[in-house]
């Protein structure tokens, strides 16, 4: 007797263009908060304008990276904390999840944030906010090349939060959600390290070049898909603003990709709504349950790569921590901590 086709929702999701007002020029942090809080009523706007043209069904929304402040430019840890670091439980996230429950949708995006356990640092953090408001998924970003992650502290980032929260994977009733941050659709590992939670929709908040070729990013997005059996919705900024980088570096390019790699949708330059399509959970879960070649997730020998990680020791851990005490670089810091690897890499005659 044939097992049930397996079933899930198909709903609307948006990646949602947004122009970053990024907070690098403004002298004081208040400022730069009462920036960001434009910027959250601004994108409430073009929520509900692109809502209003689309129609009914959509419920999933994603926001770019980093789309409410930009990145650092010069500014030490402090600085960047005090001027666009949020706090958790702050006015910022009350904002965004009061734009959740508003448009009833789950909004994913993309920020700096604060964390009681390491006051000194700051992490950068992928979210997904639900229609009721509520945190249903936090991800900190793990690679990173200028910014702390929680692999620089990792011992004690697993005492505070244990191991679930490395690679977090929320249940929720548009599907299993999880997050990868920018850069990070570059690194195969942390799409497949979701997807062995159950993860079938990643939202990719990303800041990244604009460019009519097939740029390593886009090109990772569609591999991530195929590999996975995923749906990656990513949103791009749509130029950015208070930055001595020329406006549209950052833009175009927003897109949806369906589990079998094609590209459902995706948005010219500037601010757009144009990258929205429907997600069908029920696509993804059948592709999974079929026995095949395609199936690269059922496929895949994990215990096999496992071994060949755990003697390459290449990027070490806890490099901000030494006997419990975290250390809080300068940016030069992190690119000598490249260079070591390259050196051993060199050394041990893999490059």
């Not at 997904?128 to 929680?150: E, F």
């Not at 070649?293 to 851990?317: G, I, S, V, W």
Request: negative net charge; aromatic residues 8%; proline residues 7%.
């Amino acid at each position: 007797m044939n097992a049930p086709a397996p079933s899930g929702p198909a709903y609307i999701a948006l990646a949602l263009q947004s122009l970053c007002a990024a907070v690098n020029d403004c002298a004081r942090p208040e400022e730069a908060r009462e920036r960001v809080m434009a910027s959250i009523a601004r994108m409430s706007r073009e929520i509900a304008g692109s809502k209003a043209f689309i129609g009914d069904g959509v419920r999933l929304v994603v926001l770019p990276e980093y789309a409410l402040t930009g990145f650092p430019m010069g500014e030490t840890a402090a600085q960047w904390r005090a001027k666009a670091a949020f706090d958790p439980d702050g006015r910022e996230y009350a904002a965004l999840a009061e734009l959740a429950v508003k448009h009833q949708v789950y909004l994913g995006g993309n920020a700096y944030e604060t964390d009681p356990h390491f006051p000194d640092l700051y992490f950068q953090a992928c979210f997904v906010l639900s229609p009721a408001g509520d945190t249903v998924l936090r991800y900190r970003r793990l690679i990173s090349m200028y910014a702390p992650s929680p692999y620089d502290v990792l011992d004690a980032y697993l005492d505070a939060y244990g191991e679930d929260a490395l690679f977090p994977v929320a249940d929720t009733e548009i599907g299993r959600l999880a997050a990868i941050a920018s850069e990070e659709i570059l690194y195969p590992e942390i799409a497949r390290c979701h997807a062995m939670k159950g993860a079938e929709v990643f939202i990719h908040p990303t800041s990244e070049a604009a460019s009519p070729l097939a740029t390593p990013k886009n090109i990772a997005k569609q591999a991530r898909a195929i590999e996975n059996i995923a749906y990656v919705v990513s949103a791009n900024t749509g130029g950015m603003t208070g930055t001595p980088i020329p406006q549209n570096s950052a833009d175009r390019g927003s897109k949806i990709v369906d589990p079998r790699g094609l590209v459902i949708a995706e948005a010219a330059s500037g601010p757009s709504m144009c990258a929205y399509g429907e997600v069908d959970i029920a696509l993804a879960r059948r592709l999974r349950h079929r026995a095949g070649m395609p199936n690269l997730l059922a496929r895949t020998p994990a215990a096999l790569y496992a071994r060949e990680y755990a003697r390459a020791q290449l990027h070490p851990a806890n490099s901000l921590l030494a006997d419990g005490e975290v250390s809080v670089p300068g940016r030069e810091f992190y690119k000598a901590r490249q260079q070591r690897v390259i050196d051993t890499l060199a050394e041990r005659g893999i490059i």
